[in-house]
Structures are given as C-alpha cells and as structure tokens.
C-alpha cells in the first residue's frame, strides 16, 4: 500500500481534509503536501477517501446493520453453525392466519356463526371439555333468545340447597346457573380421557399461542404420522399440537352436526364455527369493546388536533416577536 | 348587532347561562356521538350482530 511510504502526520493531514471528493480539496495545500511523484491525483481523492473518519463509521455501521439484519430475519448470527437438541416440531407447526369475520378492528362476531358454534360445542365438544365462565345467562342476547336459553338450562338438573329439612336436592337450572361440567371433577375428568386433561374451553382462544387461528388448524389440522415420527397407544398425531402427540382424537368430521339454518356441516365449516364461538366466550365483551375503541379513536384524536391548534396560537406572539435595539441618544456633546 | 356581541349576550354574560349551556350541551353531543358512531358501526357490520338475526329465532318462538 501507498500509505505505509507515508508518514503518520501526513496522513493524519489527509484524513482531516474538509470532505473526500470536493474539488476544493484536490486542489488546496494539503492534499498537495501528501502527492508525491509516483501518484496520480485521482489515487490522492482515493486515498484520502479510505482514510477519512467518515468512511470508517459508516463502514462500521453497515457491518454491525448487516449482521444485526442478518440476526433478526433468520435468528442466528451469519457464519456460526448452530446446533440444537431440539427439533423444531416439538414447537408444534405455526398456524396460518385466517380471515375471520371478527379480525378486523371494527368488526364484530358474526353471531349467526356464534349460534351454530354453541351447537357444535353442545353436541360434540361438552362431551370432555368443560365451560366453567360462562352462565345459561350469557348466551341471552348473543346467540340465544331468553326463552330458548331458559328452555335449555331447564333440561340440566343442578344440585341446590340445602332446605328446610337440610337436605340438598336436585332443580331444573336457571338462567343465572353456568354451563354444566361433563366430569365431576379433574381426576374424574382425567380417568376418562387416559390421563390427559382435557382443558376448559372458557378461555382457551386467550390462553394459546395464534389464539383462534391455533385452534382452528389443530381441530382441522389431523392428519397421519410422518414416517420415523411413533405415536403412542392413545395418542394422535397433530403437527400444530407442540411435540406432534395429542390425546384428544379427531372430533369433526363432515355431517357429524345437522345445522338448523341449513349451513352444510363440513369439518371446516364446523372448525370455524365453534372457534368463533370460544372466541366469543373468551371474550364477551369483544363487540363493545370496539365499539368504544371507535369512539376513543375519534374523542381523542380530536383532542389532540384542539391541542396542538391551541399551542400553536398562544405560541404565535412569542414566535413571532421581533426584539428591536434603540440606544439612547447621546446628548453630551 | 354583530355575530359576536350577539354570542356574549347569548351565552357568555351570565355564568349560570354558560355553565349550564355548557352541561347541556355535553348531554346533546354525547346522545348524538354514540347514536352516530352506533349507526357507522352497525351499517359496517350489517347482518352479523344478534340485532340483525334475532327475527329469525323470536318468530320461530311465537309460532310453536
């Protein structure tokens, strides 16, 4: 290299000049005082442009933006080989995204959905998996009219009391009583099911990793083992289920509901009902909730426009003034 | 008499006047805001809430 003939001082000169590639710079003192005979002028610009400070830093920059670029799209750092214990299926596979009827910001459920949802849950789901949170109640005016919800809990008997005689007894439910467990308790509920505890469904969209999109793939998502992948005895194979193992079997399948609007019942159309449906049990209060997202969105940027329009007119004399000098005249003389 | 000597009067001269037009006028807008916000909000989501299908299941329940 040209510079190792140089001394340290005459490259410092060169570093410092104002900016590499002005014309200016080419021709002042300094950049002559570092030519020597055997270099051309343009290889001066060269030089002091691999120099200069500025070329160091953003070389520096684009290395370390490169590399943290690199880290954040694929998750390792470029050109250490990793490896790991785990397998990426033992995180179960990563749902699609589908366009629900709710997923935008100002949409609600579609509550016909809701309907046919509660009727998958009741005649397939409620078999093993129970509804703790939600009352006969919640389902008036949502999916339900009164009288159908009270003719419904009144099928259900609760256990009441105690009475007069101190003796617990047996009623047909009401509106304020909630949803019916199918298994006394979890070690029932685990007896039944070979071990695995079915989970409540109350709030399951909340509780899972890709909410309604994760249930949905899993209900529809079964199918048969991969080869070199073993399934136990009792077990199923579900690929978003993580570590591909799930005690719950394939429930829907095509027809096995009679929809009483006349909606064909195919799995995935029984699959997007009932997850609408625990959607909606997960959160009950979604509808309104966004309902007053809408409002908040208007009061508030209102707000903030009234804000900035009045800073900017109680701002206006300060910014404006002008501060004007008048020296006093000089009468002395 | 100009616009604004007209709103002094109006509303500015007495404060009992001002703060109840004030309160009043807190009332009227917010009844307009959420019956218009309502309004956008069920035109957008037309035939999805219970409002929308309720028909179908009320008369089905006068008939039995």
Redesign the interface.
């Known amino acids: 290299m040209l510079s190792r003939q140089l001394s340290p001082g005459a490259l410092r000169k060169a570093a410092s000049l104002p900016a590499f590639g002005s014309k200016n710079a080419l021709r002042s003192p300094r950049a002559l005082a570092v030519r020597n005979a055997s270099t051309a002028s343009s290889s001066t610009a060269f030089e002091s442009f691999l120099n200069s400070r500025i070329t160091l830093v953003s070389v520096s920059l684009f290395t370390a933006g490169s590399v943290a670029w690199y880290t954040h799209l694929y998750g390792s750092l470029p050109f250490l080989a990793q490896v790991h214990a785990s397998h990426a299926s033992d995180e179960g596979l990563h749902p699609p995204q589908y366009p629900w009827?709710h997923k935008g910001v100002?949409?609600?459920?579609?509550?016909?959905s809701i309907?046919r949802g509660y009727q998958v849950y009741r005649e397939v789901c409620a078999a093993c998996h129970s509804l703790d949170r939600i009352a006969w109640r919640n389902l008036v005016?949502?999916?339900?009219?009164v009288?159908?919800v009270k003719a419904m809990a009144e099928e259900v008997e609760y256990q009441d009391g105690p009475d007069d005689a101190g003796e617990m007894f047996m009623r047909p439910g009401k509106l304020a009583d909630y949803m019916p467990p199918p298994y006394a308790n979890e070690e029932a509920a685990r007896a039944g099911n070979m071990g695995a505890l079915p989970p409540d469904l109350s709030l399951i969209v909340k509780a899972r990793h890709g909410g309604a999109d994760y249930i949905f793939a899993l209900l529809t998502g079964y199918v048969d083992a991969p080869a070199g992948v073993e399934i136990r005895e009792g077990m199923n194979y579900n690929p978003f289920f993580p570590g591909g193992a799930i005690g719950m079997a394939r429930v829907l399948f095509d027809g096995l509901v009679e929809y009483e609007?006349g909606t064909p019942a195919t799995t995935s159309q029984m699959a997007k009902d009932v997850v609408t449906f625990l959607n909606w049990a997960s959160e009950p209060e979604h509808?309104e909730r966004?309902?007053n997202g809408?409002?908040a969105v208007?009061l508030f940027s209102a707000l903030t426009l009234i804000s900035l329009y009045v800073k900017r007119f109680k701002w206006t004399p300060i910014k404006n003034r002008k501060i004007l000098y008048d020296p006093p005249a000089d009468k002395t003389h | 008499m100009s616009l604004s000597t007209t709103l002094y009067n109006t509303f500015f001269r007495r404060n009992s006047i001002f703060v109840g037009s004030i309160f009043a006028g807190a009332f009227v807008f917010g009844i307009g805001f959420d019956s218009g916000v309502t309004a956008f909000y069920d035109r957008w989501n037309k035939g999805k809430q219970w409002k929308d299908i309720r028909h179908k299941y009320v008369e089905a329940a006068e008939e039995e």
């Open positions: 009827s100002l949409d609600t459920f579609d509550h016909a309907r005016g949502v999916s339900h009219t009288d159908e609007d509808d966004k309902k809408i409002k208007i």
